[in-house]
Nanobody
Framework: QVQLVESGGGLVQAGGSLRLSCAAS????????MAWFRQAPGKEREFVSA????????YYADSVKGRFTISRDNNANTGYLQMNSLKPEDTAVYYC???????????????????WGQGTQVTVSS
């Protein structure tokens, strides 16, 4: 299993930006397809974005498309989520997730991932 640790969350005003990081250890990071999910209080965990093993392909939920950018640095064993133009509805705990094998039409399902970080809180004030 790969260990994942998120960082970079915090409190920001609407319209502001944050950059989340997901540091991986224990296994070769480039072997893992990586994604970001988020969970707001009282809501189910939802897909935010994903990036393929060599960063060839990226995927976004409609709610964040054009505002968030996912990336990864396999040499640094770290994934990133740049979040711009943040809205109060982006407030949630953000989790990074990873899996070795992913079928494209299942990448937005949390059950497709067997490695998870502990989460980092993002709060956007209005």
């Amino acid at each position: 299993q790969v260990q994942l640790v998120e960082s970079g969350g915090g409190l920001v005003q609407a319209g502001g930006s944050l950059r989340l990081s997901c540091a991986a250890s224990g296994r070769t990071f480039s072997n893992y397809f990586m994604a970001w999910f988020r969970q707001a209080p009282g809501k189910e965990r939802e897909f935010v974005s994903a990036i393929s093993w060599r960063a060839v392909s990226t995927y976004y939920a409609d709610s964040v498309k054009g505002r968030f950018t996912i990336s990864r640095d396999n040499n640094a064993n770290t994934g990133y989520l740049q979040m711009n133009s943040l809205k109060p509805e982006d407030t949630a705990v953000y989790y990074c997730a990873a899996a070795i094998n992913i079928v494209q039409n299942t990448m937005s399902r949390s059950r497709s991932y067997d490695n998870w970080g502990q989460g980092t809180q993002v709060t956007v004030s209005s």
